[in-house]
T-cell receptor, first 112, second 110 residues
Framework: NAGVTQTPKFRILKIGQSMTLQCTQD?????MYWYRQDPGMGLKLIYYSVGAGITDKGEVPNGYNVSRSTTEDFPLRLELAAPSQTSVYFC???????????FGEGSRLTVL | RKEVEQDPGPFNVPEGATVAFNCTYS??????FFWYRQDCRKEPKLLMS???SGNEDGRFTAQLNRASQYISLLIRDSKLSDSATYLC???????????FGTGTRLTIIP
């Protein structure tokens, strides 16, 4: 059982470059989330989705975009990368109103 | 006031001791509460949900105080493997989003 799979695990970007962080889950969860975690800090919600075709902004959406064309996939796109986007990105999924979030292993992004 | 607040620690506790953390939340309508554990450079994982009547799972006890708007986590007979960051998580009624505290860092000392 793969759970939540994120790729890539590590990436270094130059300022102004763009990239997509991939996230896929095989648990048929409706809800999916993207969080970022800066060193020594808690998780901040970037975007979330309650089902295919539906997405909504979290606390810190600026500089990011998402799409949800299928139940399984929830990619996060970074446009015009900035040093402030250096962080660890976690994708997570859950059942509707279910308490437990299942997290991917994280994607460590550095923008230089 | 932050939505979810935790003492960041660090808590340095000798092996075998009992340690307790509190977490306060600002929204009285908050409905669901959880403790997650995060090991260094790893993803968070659910430790336990927190029920109104309190609940226990082995050496771990979680309690909810709605009147004072806080939840607590008690770890008895602490083990070296308990060293981690403990995240308090709150879900508001009718809200798909969960709000995370910044975490309390615990180190168990041999």
């Amino acid at each position: 059982n793969a759970g939540v799979t994120q790729t890539p695990k590590f990436r270094i970007l130059k300022i102004g470059q763009s990239m997509t962080l991939q996230c896929t889950q095989d648990m048929n969860h409706n809800y999916m989330y993207w969080y970022r975690q800066d060193p020594g800090m808690g998780l901040k919600l970037i975007y979330y989705s309650v089902g295919a075709g539906i997405t909504d902004k979290g606390e810190v959406p600026n500089g990011y975009n998402v799409s949800r064309s299928t139940t399984e996939d929830f990619p996060l796109r970074l446009e015009l990368a900035a040093p402030s986007q250096t962080s660890v990105y976690f994708c997570a999924s859950s059942y509707p109103s279910g308490g437990e979030l299942f997290f991917g292993e994280g994607s460590r992004l550095t923008v230089l | 006031r932050k939505e979810v607040e935790q003492d960041p620690g660090p808590f340095n506790v000798p092996e075998g001791a009992t340690v307790a953390f509190n977490c306060t939340y600002s929204n009285s309508a908050s409905q669901s509460f959880f403790w997650y554990r995060q090991d260094c450079r790893k993803e968070p994982k659910l430790l336990m949900s927190v029920y109104s009547s309190g609940n226990e799972d082995g050496r771990f006890t979680a309690q909810l105080n709605r009147a004072s708007q806080y939840i607590s986590l008690l770890i008895r007979d602490s083990k070296l493997s308990d060293s981690a960051t403990y995240l308090c998580v709150v879900r508001d009624f009718g809200n798909e989003k969960l709000t995370f505290g910044t975490g309390t860092r615990l180190t168990i000392i041999p």
